[in-house]
T-cell receptor, first 115, second 112 residues
Framework: GAGVSQSPSNKVTEKGKDVELRCDPI?????LYWYRQSLGQGLEFLIY????????KSGLPSDRFSAERTGGSVSTLTIQRTQQEDSAVYLC?????????????FGPGTRLTVL | GQQLNQSPQSMFIQEGEDVSMNCTSSSIFNTWLWYKQDPGEGPVLLIALYKAGELTSNGRLTAQFGITRKDSFLNISASIPSDVGIYFCAGRIIQGAQKLVFGQGTRLTINP
């Protein structure tokens, strides 16, 4: 498809389990972003990848959160030992080059529910 | 972290009415963006503003970049049912890592 895709669309897990969320950016987009959207809230920046540069991890809320981007394309966001407060929609976005001027295109998100 | 205060949080209007929402911040921004999010979807960019004082239209939507660089508004004229959704402002601060900061959103409901 032409847009950003994310999988799974929904994930229900038990507290303490690890989860992996996947993002496929638009082909050719070098910048990739992860955001978290809690119920009734705006988007909270988590992490940003730009080409081969070291990622900007300044938004990750704890060391239980990590992300990687393999081959400059697909990205995986991993949450270890999930907690109930991790329940949210996790959105991925990509853009052509970087955050300064480019439009970020968002995927549909993964809704994570931690029981 | 940086915060954007977006208001109102929700609006209930009749079809055909005009809508106005705004965002303010204590920080100076060099870019203001307005997004719309439909249920189950990611946000979609509506309007981007790059200069203080800039007024930009996109169909029935009009947005302005405040002259102080600390605020922006979005107007929707003659609302229609498909305008229902959540509208977010977002901005890039002048100093810092240039990441997008989002407002809390305005949920627009249109009464039939």
């Amino acid at each position: 498809g032409a847009g950003v895709s994310q999988s799974p669309s929904n994930k229900v897990t038990e507290k303490g389990k690890d989860v992996e969320l996947r993002c496929d950016p638009i082909s050719g987009h070098t910048a990739l972003y992860w955001y978290r959207q809690s119920l009734g809230q705006g988007l909270e920046f988590l992490i940003y990848f730009q080409g081969n540069s070291a990622p900007d991890k300044s938004g990750l809320p704890s060391d239980r959160f990590s992300a990687e981007r393999t081959g400059g394309s697909v990205s995986t966001l991993t949450i270890q030992r999930t907690q109930q407060e991790d329940s949210a929609v996790y959105l991925c976005a990509s853009s052509l080059s970087g955050p300064t001027t480019d439009t970020q295109y968002f995927g549909p998100g993964t809704r994570l529910t931690v029981l | 972290g940086q915060q954007l205060n977006q208001s109102p949080q929700s609006m209930f209007i009749q079809e055909g009415e005009d809508v106005s929402m705004n965002c303010t911040s204590s920080s100076i921004f060099n870019t203001w963006l307005w997004y719309k999010q439909d249920p189950g979807e990611g946000p979609v960019l509506l309007i981007a503003l790059y200069k203080a004082g800039e007024l930009t239209s996109n169909g029935r939507l009009t947005a302005q970049f405040g002259i102080t660089r600390k605020d922006s508004f979005l107007n929707i004229s003659a609302s229609i049912p498909s305008d229902v959704g959540i509208y977010f402002c977002a901005g890039r601060i002048i100093q810092g890592a240039q990441k997008l900061v989002f407002g809390q959103g305005t949920r627009l409901t249109i009464n039939p």
